[in-house]
């Protein structure tokens, strides 16, 4: 399994970056590094978070980071 942001979720992850850096320039670093390190665990446990049954038949799942919920899609038949 790899793990592949898309470019709506990238965007995400930069707005979200300047909209915290001008209160709290540290804090909005390490929020934005929590984020992007928290799906390397997905690699060995796929199916950890939540299935939002709303996207069925696709396989989105969710888990929450801190104050942020982080939604991805299990595509291309992984068996994990």
Known sequence: MKIVWTGKA?????RLH?????????TA???VQSLVK???RL????RIGE?????????????IIGH???R???AGGSSS
């Open 18 to 26: 300047d909209h915290l850096k001008p209160v709290a320039p540290d």
């Open 29 to 31: 670093a390490r929020i």
């Open 72 to 74: 991805y899609e299990i």
């Open 38 to 40: 928290a799906p390397s």
């Open 43 to 46: 690699i060995d446990y796929p």
């Open 10 to 14: 990238m965007s995400d992850l930069v």
């Open 51 to 63: 299935r939002l049954e709303a996207y069925a038949p696709r396989e989105v799942r969710r888990i």
């Open 68 to 70: 942020y919920e982080m």
